[in-house]
């Protein structure tokens, strides 16, 4: 299996992910990842990031050294994954096993937290992202 690298703010994306997404290759890549932690039946270690990921590497935004979503996206998905990491007590550039992030991420977040940990994202509005953490409080998974 390929090492799994993912920014901070993707380990909340994760839980909201329905299917949308920038281009057919980001979506393919994000619901591999996707199905893999959703997964009760498998665990391994993820390390957290501030930059690019693996789903960034596919992501037709990702420019040679920042993300060129829209102007001054790059600051604001490093915003966003500061807060996320920040949020769920975590270091840059360490690993953990999914089962733990998945688990920090159901005690620590609630949905409203998303206002304020993406606030500013696009995909915000659409309600899925807090959907999804309203389900992951909603259900015993790993
Ligand atoms: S929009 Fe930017 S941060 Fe988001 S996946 Fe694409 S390159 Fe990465």
Known sequence: MEKVVLRGHHLLCVHGFRGMGYSPAFVEKMR?????????????????????????????HKGAVACEANEGSEEHVQTLDRNVIGHLGLQENQSYQKSELV????????PDDLDVLCAGCSWLPYGVCKEGIAQLRGKDIR
Not at 42 to 58: A, E, H, K, L, S
Not at 103 to 110: D, G, I, N, P
């Open 103 to 110: 688990a920090l991420t159901r005690e620590k977040v609630a």
């Open 32 to 60: 591999s990842v996707v199905e893999q932690i959703r997964d009760v039946d498998t665990d391994f270690p993820i390390q957290v990031i501030r930059g690019f990921d693996m789903t960034c590497q596919v992501c037709p």
